[in-house]
Antibody, heavy 116, light 107 residues
Framework: QVQLQESGPGLVKPSETLSLTCSVS????????WSWIRQPPGKGLDWIGY???????NYNPSLKSRVTISVDTSKNQLSLKLSSVTAADSAVYFCARGGFSALDYWGQGTLVTVSS | DIQMTQSPSSLSASVGDRVTIICRAS??????LNWYQQKPGEAPKLLIF???NLQSGVPPRFSGSGSGTDFTLTISSLQPEDFATYCCQQTYSTPLTFGGGTKVEMK
C-alpha cells in the first residue's frame, strides 16, 4: 500500500520560502507523476503543480514564478518550495500520486500558516 | 483556465436516499473528470476516474456519468459513512482545476 507523508514547518514568516517534503513508502517514486495540492481553511482544492520522476514539471501559472517542485528518487521523496509567501498561502498542503491523471494516493496533509 | 462548477453546494439527505451531484465544466473536457470524497481533517479519496470508472475498493453504490461539459456523481443508497464533501476535478488541461465541492449533510 502506497503511503505519503508530508513534513515541514507549520509556521512560515511572510516573504520567506515555504519548504515541504513528501516521503513516499510502499512503492517507488519512479514511473509516476506526483502532485502538490493545497486547500485554504474552509475552501476548495487548488492544484500547485506536478512532477514526473525524471524531473519534468508542470506548474499552475498563478504560482509558477514562485514554486519549485523537485524529486529525489534515491530518498523516494518529493519537495515543494514556494517563495515570497503571504497570508494567502496559508493552507493545508497535500502531496498525491498522479499528475494529469487522477490522484489515487494522498498524504494526510500538513497545515502551513504564514504569519509573523 | 477551465472552471468547474458544482451544484448544489450543499444538500441534506437521509440514509438510504439516492443522491445526485452535478459538475459542469466551462468547456468540453471529454471524460477527463474525476470525483473525490473528503471528510473533515482528512485527505481527499478518489472515487471515480475518467468520468465513470470506479476506483478499486470504492463501493458500487457510487457511480459517475457524463462527458463533455456535464457530469454526475450518484450515490444510489446513502450510507452513514457517506456524509462528506464531494468534489470534481478536470484533468483535460492545465492548470488542473477542482470544483468548489458539495457538502452532503444529514437531514
Amino acid at each position: 500500500q502506497v503511503q505519503l507523508q508530508e513534513s515541514g514547518p507549520g509556521l512560515v514568516k511572510p516573504s520567506e520560502t515555504l519548504s515541504l517534503t513528501c516521503s513516499v513508502s510502499g512503492g517507488s517514486i519512479s514511473g509516476h507523476y506526483w502532485s502538490w495540492i493545497r486547500q485554504p481553511p474552509g475552501k476548495g482544492l487548488d492544484w500547485i503543480g506536478y512532477i514526473f520522476h525524471s524531473g519534468s514539471t508542470n506548474y499552475n501559472p498563478s504560482l509558477k514564478s514562485r514554486v519549485t517542485i523537485s524529486v529525489d528518487t534515491s530518498k523516494n521523496q518529493l519537495s515543494l518550495k514556494l517563495s515570497s509567501v503571504t497570508a494567502a498561502d496559508s493552507a493545508v498542503y497535500f502531496c498525491a500520486r498522479g499528475g494529469f491523471s487522477a490522484l489515487d494516493y494522498w498524504g494526510q496533509g500538513t497545515l502551513v500558516t504564514v504569519s509573523s | 483556465d477551465i472552471q468547474m462548477t458544482q451544484s448544489p453546494s450543499s444538500l441534506s439527505a437521509s440514509v438510504g436516499d439516492r443522491v445526485t451531484i452535478i459538475c459542469r465544466a466551462s468547456q468540453s473536457i471529454g471524460d477527463y473528470l474525476n470525483w473525490y470524497q473528503q471528510k473533515p481533517g482528512e485527505a481527499p479519496k478518489l472515487l471515480i476516474f475518467g468520468a465513470s470508472n470506479l476506483q478499486s475498493g470504492v463501493p458500487p453504490r457510487f457511480s459517475g456519468s457524463g462527458s463533455g461539459t456535464d457530469f454526475t456523481l450518484t450515490i444510489s443508497s446513502l450510507q452513514p459513512e457517506d456524509f462528506a464533501t464531494y468534489c470534481c476535478q478536470q484533468t483535460y488541461s492545465t492548470p488542473l482545476t477542482f470544483g468548489g465541492g458539495t457538502k452532503v449533510e444529514m437531514k
